[in-house]
């Protein structure tokens, strides 16, 4: 079993949660690919234009290079294009040497271009081009941060958490204080780098929505998987029963992309940085987890086996997606399925969806649903192992022996599997997003992400919502109102649980200076404007708009998110600062104050007491 087919799965193995260090490093990845005979993996990154352009011989200023992010965003493979589009040898960066340079044109002229493909790794003592030690090679990067026209310029690699220690340590090295603190602006700061000859690209702040996309088509249109096909064994790797084929086809399938794309989308609403390492690894887990393989991930040579044991159907997509394959340990340390794992998704559900999985097999109304969502989504194999269980909890309910009954703890892999199948159709009539802990999810991508992509406007129902859900928090009261924003404070501060001492009320429609709305940002960003030019703003990530929304739909502000709870108090102190500042109190001898309270239909009344300073 050696043709392209099996010797792309075993490569794709190497992406996989597997106790080697062969997923680890773009350069160990290449080799495995010379070693399996396979083509490697290969698309462009988003930033990789930008990054071209910076060294280019048209460049109007020639500068020097940070690529910074976390470890697995794909610095060192982005260095690695880099070098052969400068026209370096691609058999010369193979050689894994952390430092090597080139002479090309950049901005008009001849420049030299030194490329650190991983600064954290740089020997303290080495040869360096010209230079020799790393604290003479930083000096020089020093140097062209600050020269107008650098006759040496440099790529530096670096993990954002190593970048700014290692110029904070170089306190001997001249030009290193300035450096850091331009560093530091372009980082901490995401300011331009505009004191010094510096293109500075963080990896972190690309969204995991294009990353998802390009490795998903890269893998998915791999020549490997056409010639698996052709291999296909009778009962064996690439069989129609084989798992490995099943879990290609529906990681195929527009469906199931779709609603993982959803998925990765609100990770990033959530601010949730993925990279390009764990997306892979995901994927390869997607396509090959099984609890009981060597790795927990299979090889061509285990399928064949499985299939007889009857054990094949435990290498599915749907569980392999959140890690059930792996140990818990293992699945922890992985930050992939820990963020994944929060939507809830199998744990969370609604009476319609258990009836489906419960009695849908033998009800005529839930039977087309069961065909639809369960039949398709799950092997023979499978199907007749949920069969019966289904039939034995039908009949003894009982827990067993070892506590609930096996078919219950069947309805995780279940829900799961039926959140991937539902059409967006149907999203809205079986409340798909009921099967997260984020019911409000679909709401917050359909009526508030993609409109102000768009530039257009959110809904004034939603816009309602949100300050209603704002107004209950600020006053600790069960208002209705969603037509103006109440701006109260307690006795002994912002912070109290019941604030009664009315503020401001700020009109949602537009009122001489003042206005409530939704903006577009690298997240919807509430805005109050309070008075022209004054405007606060709450970001509004996955996360609090669901914790808005419940509190709106009547939870208990401390029930969903105590952090959240804490975050719009923070809020708000900062529009009664705002507040504070625009209305600067007049001198007097007398003091009026606005006491807060609700009528019958819960609407906010406010009376007026004077208190008289003699």
């Known amino acids: 079993m050696n043709g392209l087919g099996s010797r792309w799965v075993r490569f794709v193995k190497q992406y996989g949660p597997i106790s080697r260090n062969d997923n680890m490093y773009d350069e160990q990845i290449r080799r495995s690919a010379r070693r399996y005979e396979v083509e490697p993996l290969d698309f462009v990154h988003p930033l990789e234009a930008d990054l071209f352009a910076a060294v280019s011989k048209d460049v109007a200023r020639a500068s020097s290079i940070i690529l910074t992010g976390t470890a697995g965003d794909g610095k060192s493979r982005l260095c690695g294009r880099l070098w052969t589009e400068l026209g370096g040898d691609a058999g010369e960066w193979t050689a894994n040497e952390i430092y090597q340079e080139i002479s090309t044109v950049v901005?008009?002229?001849?420049?030299?271009?030194?490329?650190?493909?991983?600064?954290?790794?740089?020997?303290?003592?080495?040869t360096y081009g010209a230079w020799s030690g790393k604290p003479a090679l930083l000096e020089a990067v020093n140097r062209s941060f600050f020269d107008p026209d650098p006759d040496f310029i440099f790529v530096i690699a670096a993990n954002?958490?190593?970048?700014?220690?290692?110029?904070?340590?170089?306190?001997?090295?001249?030009?290193?204080?300035?450096?850091?603190?331009?560093?530091?602006?372009c980082l901490v700061e995401g300011k331009p780098a505009s004191r010094g000859q510096l293109a500075f690209f963080n990896l972190s702040t690309v969204s995991c929505v294009p990353i998802l996309d390009l490795t998903l088509e890269a893998i998915i249109a791999h020549p490997g998987w056409a010639a698996a096909y052709a291999e296909a064994e009778v009962d064996g790797f690439f069989s129609e029963a084989c798992p490995i084929r099943r879990n290609y086809e529906i990681l195929s399938s527009p469906r199931f992309r779709s609603r993982l794309r959803q998925l990765f989308e609100l990770m990033d609403l959530n601010e949730l940085h993925t990279p390009i390492r764990r997306v892979l690894l995901l994927i390869a887990n997607m396509l090959l987890g099984h609890p009981l393989s060597k790795d927990r991930l299979m090889s061509p040579v285990d399928v064949r086996p499985m299939l007889r044991s009857g054990k094949a159907h435990a290498g599915d997509i749907f569980q392999n997606l959140f890690g059930a394959n792996l140990t818990q340990p293992r699945r922890d340390s992985l930050e992939i399925f820990e963020f994944l794992n929060r939507f809830g998704i199998g744990d969370e559900t609604t009476n319609r969806i258990d009836n489906i999985l419960v009695f849908g097999p033998s009800d005529e109304t839930l039977r087309p649903y069961y065909v639809d969502f369960v039949e398709s989504a799950f092997s023979p194999q499978a199907l007749d192992e949920l069969s019966a269980l289904r039939n034995d909890y039908l009949e003894r309910p009982d827990a067993t022996q070892d506590g609930e009954h096996l078919f219950l703890d069947s309805l995780q892999a279940q829900r799961r599997a039926i959140f991937f199948q539902i059409d967006e159709e149907q999203s809205e009539e079986l409340r798909l997003w009921d099967l997260t802990v984020f019911r409000h999810a679909g709401e917050f991508l359909r009526d508030v992400v993609i409109p102000l992509r768009q530039n257009g406007r959110v809904n004034r129902a939603i816009l309602g919502r949100l300050v209603n859900g704002l107004n209950r928090i600020f006053t600790g009261m069960l208002v209705t109102t969603d037509r103006e924003l109440l701006v109260a404070a307690g006795l002994s501060g912002s912070a109290t649980g019941l604030s009664q001492i009315l503020v401001e009320r700020i009109s949602v429609a537009p009122r001489r200076h003042e206005r409530i709305e939704l903006r577009a940002g690298s997240l919807p960003t509430l805005i109050v404007e309070i008075d022209s030019g004054i405007e606060v703003r709450l970001d509004l990530n996955l996360v609090r708009y669901e914790f808005l929304m419940r509190v709106a739909g009547g939870a208990l502000p401390g029930s969903f998110s105590k952090e959240c709870h804490e975050d719009i108090l923070a809020f708000k102190s900062t529009l009664l600062s705002a507040l504070a500042r625009s209305r600067p109190s007049q001198d007097s001898n007398d003091l009026s104050f606005r006491i807060l309270s609700l009528n019958s239909a819960g609407e906010p009344v406010d009376d007026v007491i004077e208190v008289n300073c003699a």
């Open 107 to 126: 901005g008009g002229r001849a420049r030299t271009v030194g490329i650190i493909r991983d600064l954290t790794a740089l020997p303290a003592n080495g």
């Open 160 to 185: 954002d958490g190593q970048l700014l220690d290692t110029w904070r340590r170089a306190v001997e090295v001249p030009l290193s204080h300035e450096s850091y603190e331009l560093l530091e602006a």
